[in-house]
């Protein structure tokens, strides 16, 4: 484990401890904490899974995404299927549902008092799924919804369809529902509204500020990363408007974006008829993701 930290260090890997630590547990079947315990006891290791281990630190070590080393990553409470040909969920897209959880609970809140006893079926729309993350962190805790998760991309699709499977039971006991359209977004959503939830993590790197990050530029599809324009507010200004346009009365949008986007955000939620604009941020503190509300609609 030493030699491998220090390998991973010597490659310019932010974190090469936990990267050797999930590295070892994956190549040994065991969960992180599993690993933690037999590492207390002290084990040795069986020649062939050395081997393994030592391809595994050859490729991060060239700058391989750890999660398609892997091929799984965490998000929320979900363990997603991922590899080539699908962003690789961000720790900070996470937060997206905690608003969306919060204001279906007021939706239904607001049922309850007027005499209304049951608790309506919650329509949520995830525009640009890819991995169906967001999609799936909805349906498995706010019981009851309706989802839909839209995709562009064929490859991104595939995994979806991966991830639907593999969370098929902890959807349906949530009482939920999942369904996956692949195509457009200017095609597709139209015909699939009103919701009251919508959540999207679009492309929206700016093009002037491209990352210089080996993971990023090297395995991210492009198609998932970039939004157009100098700002990268081409593809956000045109989902901002598709989802004030699905949007049935009381419902929420919540949108990612760039620190840098705030202030474009909010403009273009305004401009679409969206009321309430207002920038969240982040685990470090920087502007990530806005939320705004359609008072009027269908």
Same mark, same amino acid.
């Given at each position: ?7 991973l260090?010597e490659a +310019?890997i932010?974190?090469? +401890?936990?990267?050797a630590?999930?590295?070892?547990a994956?190549?040994l ?11 207390l ?7 062939e ?7 595994? #630190?050859?490729? $991060? ?9 892997t091929g799984?990553?965490?998000f ?6 991922l ?5 690789i969920?961000?720790p ?14 007021? #939706?239904?809140?607001?049922d309850?008092?007027?005499g209304?006893?049951?608790a309506?079926v919650?329509r ?7 991995? +169906?993350?967001?999609?799936l962190?909805?349906a498995t ?5 309706e ?13 979806a369809? #991966?991830n639907i ?13 999942v369904?996956l ?7 597709v ?6 919701f009251?939830i ?7 790197v ?17 198609i998932?990363?970039y939004?157009g ?8 200004a045109?989902?901002?408007k ?7 009365a ?15 955000i ?14 969240h941020?982040?685990y470090?503190? $920087? ?8 008072l009027?609609?269908?």
């Open positions: 484990m030493a030699a491998a930290r220090t390998r260090a +310019g932010d974190t090469p +401890g936990t990267d630590r999930l590295l070892l994956h190549v079947g065991l969960t992180h904490k599993e690993l933690s315990l037999k590492l006891r002290g084990f040795d290791v069986p020649a899974q050395v081997r393994s281990f030592d391809d595994c #630190l050859t490729r $991060r070590a060239g700058r391989e995404p750890l999660q398609h080393i799984t990553t965490g929320r409470h979900l363990d997603l299927r590899g080539p040909g699908v962003f969920p961000r900070e897209t996470e937060l997206l549902i905690d608003p969306a959880i919060a204001h279906a609970a007021a #939706l239904r809140s607001d309850e008092h007027t209304n006893g049951r309506r919650i949520i729309l995830d525009m640009c799924t890819g991995t +169906g993350a967001l999609a962190a909805a805790e706010i019981p009851g919804s989802v839909h998760a839209v995709e562009l991309s064929a490859e991104a699709c595939r995994w369809e #991966l499977a593999a969370t098929a039971e902890a959807v349906a006991a949530a009482g939920s529902t369904t359209h692949a195509g457009d977004v200017a095609e959503v139209p015909g699939l509204g009103p009251d919508v959540v999207t993590n679009p492309p929206y700016p093009e002037a500020t491209q990352p210089d990050i080996p993971e990023v530029t090297g395995y991210d599809p492009a998932a990363l939004g324009g100098a700002d990268g507010m081409q593809t956000p045109r989902i901002i598709l989802a004030a346009e699905a949007l049935r009381g419902g929420l949008l919540v949108i990612e974006h760039d620190e840098t986007q705030a202030a474009a909010q403009q273009a939620c305004a401009a679409a008829g969206l009321s309430g604009a207002a920038t941020t982040d470090t503190g $920087r502007d990530r993701f806005t939320t705004a509300e359609r009027e609609g269908p």
